[in-house]
């Protein structure tokens, strides 16, 4: 069973779970590794949910568990932190309050809206909502830069009421294409993440086809990752996630340590 890279505990506010539910889920999973990371979007402009991390009450709870669990699993400690080009420093302030194992990097909203809302798609075709979410991917990575993998890359295809206008990677190969290369070249890697299976579409986030063509242009970390907000979805379709890595092209996937990929067979 791969290592889940990729879930949240009650210290996101989307979360009520506990994260020891969550380590003894993975420990029943025979999962050798664990990774959290919990939601820190600061500016999240929306009222009905705060996903201001309190990393110090985070970093310390789950030291304790780490220290408790330590002959039965390791235990890492991380963020996934809402990008937009303005938080560049402010969040390499958030990051440095800790020694974290791992930074992904996600974009949750597009020009301050969040697309899992149905009005961000309100006076918009698919392709246009589309474009308009990798470009402001590749406006972030104009100035983010301290994250190791960036998240469910096609985020915005979760969300898009109109599901039958299938998502193709060959009508925004351009752009994809420069965000992958944009990547590579800092040393950055991507995440497969299950909760596209979870939300219906079938595959992760991104899409076989966009991980596919990362490795193609000389990618070679991914994480893997369930982003399971309760416990009961740890590790859910990760013997999905291994097919589609081995058709990609992928021997081997990432966990990581003090920032530091590690590579483990698949
Ligand atoms: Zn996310
Ligand atoms: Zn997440």
Redesign the pocket.
């Known amino acids: 069973m791969f290592s889940d890279y990729h879930l949240h505990c009650y210290f996101s506010g989307d979360s009520d779970e506990s994260p020891e539910n969550i380590i003894q889920t993975a420990v029943s999973k025979k999962m050798k590794h664990l990774c959290f990371t919990d ?1 820190l979007d600061l500016d999240y402009p929306y009222d009905d949910c705060c996903f201001d991390l309190d990393i110090e009450k985070y970093y310390e709870e789950i030291s304790g568990l780490k220290e408790k669990y330590r002959d039965i699993i390791d235990i890492r400690i991380g963020m ?1 932190t ?1 990008l937009e080009s303005h938080l560049s420093t402010r969040l390499d302030e958030k990051i440095s309050m800790r020694d974290f194992d791992f930074i ?1 990097g ?1 974009s ?1 909203l597009i020009n301050r809206v969040d697309p899992y809302y149905p009005s961000f798609f309100e006076g918009r075709t698919n392709k246009k909502a589309y474009t308009e979410y990798f470009e402001s991917i590749a406006e972030c990575l104009k100035t983010c830069n301290n994250f190791d993998v960036y ?2 890359i096609d ?1 915005v295809v979760r969300y898009t009421p109109y599901k039958n206008d299938t998502f193709y990677y060959r009508d925004f190969a351009d752009i994809i294409d420069s965000i992958l290369s944009s990547l590579i070249r800092s040393g950055k890697g991507i995440e497969l993440n299950t909760g596209g299976y979870n939300a219906g579409l079938g595959c992760p986030n991104p899409c076989p086809d966009i991980i596919r063509r990362y490795k193609e242009l000389g990618g070679e970390i991914i994480t893997v990752g369930s ?1 399971a907000h309760t416990a009961k979805r740890i590790g859910d379709y990760f013997e999905n996630a291994k097919q589609v890595l081995l058709e990609c092209g992928f021997k081997y996937y990432c966990v990581f340590k003090n920032r530091k990929p590690e590579y483990i067979k698949i």
Do not use: M, Q, V
Request: aromatic share 10%.
């Open positions: 939601h996934e809402g992904i996600s949750h998240g469910h985020y982003d």
